[in-house]
């Protein structure tokens, strides 16, 4: 059993700048795929960014490429996610996720079976 607990959410103005971090528990963390998704108000959870187990490997969505950056620290069991250049659109709940040990990394939302409880991220023009 993995738990996944996200923090850095707020309120920031465009242009602005979060982290997101994802602590998980246990012992497993470094053997899991790892990935970040987001739900507007009224819309589906989409695709963030994902990130292999050593982390040498990172994958965008489009509407975040160059701005947002995911990477890991296996020795702190923790999961981060930079956003940079917030915009209004970028308004949503985001949620970590862990997939299962020793699997290929997806950007499909069935592929993960541990997910955070969300953290607020709100981007005011």
């Known amino acids: 059993q993995v738990q996944l607990v996200e923090s850095g959410g707020g309120l920031v103005q465009a242009g602005g700048s979060l982290r997101l971090s994802c602590a998980a528990s246990?012992?497993?963390?470094?053997?899991?795929?790892m990935a970040w998704f987001r739900q507007a108000p009224g819309k589906e959870r989409e695709f963030v960014a994902r990130?292999?187990?050593?982390?040498?490997?990172?994958d965008y969505a489009d509407s975040v490429k160059g701005r947002f950056f995911i990477f890991r620290d296996n020795a702190r069991n923790t999961v981060y996610l930079q956003m940079n250049n917030l915009k209004p659109e970028d308004t949503a709940v985001y949620y970590c996720?862990?997939?299962?040990?020793?699997?290929?990394?997806?950007?499909?939302?069935?592929?993960?079976?541990?997910w955070g409880q969300g953290t607020q991220v709100t981007v005011s023009s």
């Open positions: 996720a862990a997939g299962p040990q020793a699997t290929v990394w997806s950007r499909r939302q069935n592929a993960y079976d541990y």
């Open positions: 246990g012992r497993t963390f470094s053997n899991r795929p």
């Open positions: 990130i292999i187990q050593s982390g040498g490997s990172s």
